[in-house]
Antibody, heavy 119, light 107 residues
Framework: EVQLVQSGAEVKKPGESLKISCKGS????????IGWVRQMPGKGLEWMGI????????RYSPSFQGQVTISADKSISTAYLQWSSLKASDTAMYYC????????????WGQGTLVTVSS | DIQLTQSPSFLSASVGDRVTITCRAS??????LAWYQQKPGKAPKLLIY???TLQSGVPSRFSGSGSGTEFTLTISSLQPEDFATYYC?????????FGQGTKLEIK
């Protein structure tokens, strides 16, 4: 069974750093792109970027380029999303999602990680 | 970036109704379009991929059509569990944008 399991909710202060994770299982982790999606409270879905764990090829949405870092450790089938200096506006639910092999959809999603940034 | 515009943003309908949601792309995306359903507090669920292919396990009352720049999601007979928010997503390039969402509410 394909599963993406994300790390737990985080509460941070502005200026702090954070790295959240997404562990894949039940499939060949290195063969599928993994993307990250932001959903701010009460708002829609925003595509942040995507990584291919096989070679760490990474593509960012322009809105998120330079704001976050996407990485992966294929030895433990885990993708990451990290911030070096959080802002209150980073408060959101973050989802990881696997891109379907032929590239026509994101077929499996993690359960989401809620990040709250507040002083 | 390719922009996706969904319409309507809000839709009020009754159980048994047939509803259609439209998604327009700012440039041609072939059939690289997917539809998702999201319920409060849950991750999005894939309904349709490649514009018109039903994801395994999704009821056949859901259907998708279109190519190029105009796409539709149709629910043939609304069921109580279908009241949710629906999003389209384009995957034509690695900048995979979403539509703004359509909230389907019970009339």
């Amino acid at each position: 069974e394909v599963q993406l399991v994300q790390s737990g909710a985080e509460v941070k202060k502005p200026g702090e750093s954070l790295k959240i994770s997404c562990k894949g299982s039940g499939y060949s982790f290195t063969s599928y792109w993994i993307g990250w999606v932001r959903q701010m409270p009460g708002k829609g879905l925003e595509w942040m970027g995507i990584i291919y764990p096989g070679d760490s090829d990474t593509r960012y949405s322009p809105s998120f380029q330079g704001q976050v870092t996407i990485s992966a450790d294929k030895s433990i089938s885990t993708a990451y999303l990290q911030w070096s200096s959080l802002k209150a506006s980073d408060t959101a639910m973050y989802y990881c999602a696997r891109r379907e092999y032929s590239g026509y959809a994101t077929d499996y999603w993690g359960q989401g990680t809620l990040v709250t940034v507040s002083s | 970036d390719i922009q996706l515009t969904q319409s309507p943003s809000f839709l009020s309908a009754s159980v048994g109704d047939r509803v259609t949601i439209t998604c327009r792309a700012s440039q041609g995306i072939s059939s690289y379009l997917a539809w998702y359903q999201q319920k409060p507090g849950k991750a999005p669920k894939l309904l349709i991929y490649a514009a018109s292919t039903l994801q395994s396990g999704v009821p056949s009352r859901f259907s998708g059509s279109g190519s190029g720049t105009e796409f539709t999601l149709t629910i043939s007979s609304l069921q109580p569990e279908d009241f949710a928010t629906y999003y389209c997503q384009q995957l034509n390039s690695y900048l995979y944008t979403f539509g703004q969402g359509t909230k389907l509410e019970i009339k």
